[in-house]
């Protein structure tokens, strides 16, 4: 069974943000993928000039939705 999860890295150690369901002494395999917003992912999808920052927030935020037109 796999799971995923979202951990910090601090002082040479990955810090789990929730408690996991695995017995003591369990081995594991991780694999290590870092956390990027889905504007940097989709980055060249769209011939957006502005940050990864811009865009997030012209895409999430209500102001900007389609119900505001």
Do not use: H
């Not at 996991?20 to 395999?29: G, H």
């Not at 917003?37 to 920052?53: I, N, P, Q, V």
């Not at 012209?58 to 119900?67: I, K, R, S």
Request: proline share 7%; glycine share 6%.
């Amino acid at each position: 069974m796999a799971i995923i999860i979202d951990a910090i890295y601090e002082n040479g150690v990955l810090k789990p943000a929730e408690p996991l369901p695995l017995a003591e002494q369990q081995k594991v395999r991780v694999t290590v993928e870092p956390t990027i917003s889905w504007a940097d992912r989709t980055a060249g999808m769209l011939k957006w000039t502005g940050d990864s920052e811009a865009l997030e927030r012209a895409a999430c935020e209500p102001e900007f939705g389609v119900l505001e037109s």
